[in-house]
């Protein structure tokens, strides 16, 4: 759920800036912290889910998503058009994003995980 995933130059939200990383974080961390360059046919399958008007830029789960499709690992994204960030740590009357567990749950019995 909104997810970040990547600490690349152009990906990397600049809302985001020196949060986590710290100000000069070396080219080996953030390769070691973006998610999308380690992905393999092993990686398990995924569930993204995130709001396009979350401060975390929606293109780090594309570009996630675009990893995991290229090494051939089951993956479904979700971008709802509102929600914000934290949509599904309670219902606040914020429309059918809050419907999201329901995709969720779904999504695990048609993998028989549930």
Do not use: C
């Not at 290229?70 to 419907?99: D, Q």
């Amino acid at each position: 759920a909104y997810p970040m995933i990547s600490y690349q130059s152009g990906i990397y939200p600049a809302t985001m800036e020196n949060r986590l990383l710290g100000n000069k974080p070396t080219d080996e961390q953030i390769e070691a912290f973006s998610n999308e360059l380690h992905v393999t046919s092993k990686t398990p399958p995924t569930f993204i889910i995130l709001a396009a008007d979350d401060p975390l830029s929606p293109f780090n789960s594309i570009v996630f998503f675009t990893s995991l499709q290229n090494n051939k690992v089951p993956v479904e994204l979700h971008i709802y058009e509102k929600g914000g960030h934290g949509f599904a740590m309670s219902k606040k009357n914020r429309g059918h994003v809050e419907n999201w567990d329901k995709e969720l749950e779904g999504w695990l019995k048609d993998r028989k995980l549930l």
